[in-house]
């Protein structure tokens, strides 16, 4: 038996605002839309066919509540540096800007998309060892 992670589903408070960011911003492709009585939903997909769902449901008012629950996603490129800039260009809010990491093979930038969802961008320089970080 086989498993994968297919795709992962956000809400949004603002669909258009959301999509300029996650279609324009981050140059994932729109692969479907959904629309029902109760909600919108528009499938993203990026070059390795993972896909994100942003969902709108159209009696949600107000900010999206986060909770505790979710932490980031994690976006691949090999262009840490101008996905960051492309991000902070259609307005996203910068939480840090792109660092070699010490204790791992990567570039990492760190963004929040429309409605606060902290995106970690990522730019590979090697394998990961099995155990990494600073207590390695």
Known sequence: MKTS??????NVSDLDKSIAFWEGALQ?????????EGFTEIVLAGDNGHRIQ????HDQTGPIEHGNGFWKLYLNT???????????DAGAE???APERLEHW????????DPDGYMVEIL???GEAPALSGPAA
């Open 5 to 10: 992670i297919d795709q992962y589903c956000i």
């Open 28 to 36: 994932l492709t729109i692969t479907h839309r959904i629309e029902t």
């Open 54 to 57: 942003l969902a709108s449901h």
């Open 78 to 88: 090999d262009d840490c540096a101008g996905l960051y800039q492309r991000c902070i």
């Open 94 to 96: 910068s939480i840090s």
């Open 105 to 112: 093979p990567v570039t990492a930038a760190f963004v929040r």
């Open 123 to 125: 730019e590979h320089h």
